[in-house]
């Protein structure tokens, strides 16, 4: 029997992760590690319904440190989850990103060094790391990487110290950047934000920036597919090695197109866009204004997303919209 540890595990990502691990394999227990901190929202429903295969153990990787070790020392393998979710909090308070991103990963990074067992880390990091790149889509060989965010810098400083990890202290590591993630269960995001302002102002909708930005958007259960792939992938590579793979689907949509996908499957027929404009056409300091990655060199390692960016959209809102019928 396996033992997984998926850090954040309580989280949108996470907790499909650890039920997908859990009901995929029976042989392998999966150990969820997350602070359960109440200002995220849904964690408590996130984990109803876990396989009987899951526990989870309620610790922060930055102030519990014996607990984290414990924890790996446990496991053969990490999917590490564990972060800040919202790129904007970074513009008006810088310490999150350093505490919740950087420490958390070094602490963690600390805990695999002194395991006997746990050597084998998956580590989401983000297409935010790529700031606003030249070349469209994006492989992963492109630079100098220059983040706009304190998320992205922060993303791209874990990946360096997992990238030094494993060269010093034989771990071995996949580090995969990804696009933004949706589905019914996300809390967070452009469609969860449109979907709440319009059941208080069904007349008009406030898009932050000019409404122009187009990025590209990955179903939840090709995100899913896609940790899982690079499990499996992480199983073959040797001690020291450390692989970067783009997720993403294979196009991008426009936020105004996502407005329009969002009223339309709400019924509604003449609500006003309102644009803030500002920050040249951006929705808030650090906002990627477009994003599209190269994903060819995880397609050849055995993933592809199922749903393009069009359709991971219609899926998630009329999802939302059941939900909330």
Known sequence: MDKILVTGGAGFIGAELSRGIASGNPKN????????????RGKSFNLTNLPHNVETVRADLVSDQHTLERAVQECSMVFHLAANVSVEVGSFDTSVDLRNNLIATYNLLEAMRKSDNCKRIVFTSSSTVY??????????????LQPISMYGSSKLACESFVSGYCGSFSLSSI??????????QSSHGVIYDF??????????????????????YLYIDDCIEALKTAGQVLERKEPGATEVYNVGSTDWIRVTDIAA???RSLGLQDTKLLFTEGQEGRGWAGDVREMLL?????AADGWRPGLNSHEAVIETVSKLCQISA
């Open 29 to 40: 227990e999966v150990i969820i590690l997350d602070n359960l901190s109440a200002s995220n």
């Open 175 to 184: 580090i995969l950047r990804l696009a933004n993630v949706i589905g019914p």
């Open 131 to 144: 700031g606003e790149p030249s070349i469209i889509p994006t492989p992963e060989s492109y630079g100098p």
């Open 261 to 263: 996908i969002v009223t």
């Open 195 to 216: 979907m709440q302002r319009l059941q208080y102002s069904p007349q008009e909708l406030t898009v932050r920036g000019n409404g122009k930005q187009q990025k590209s």
């Open 294 to 298: 190269d994903c060819k060199k995880f």
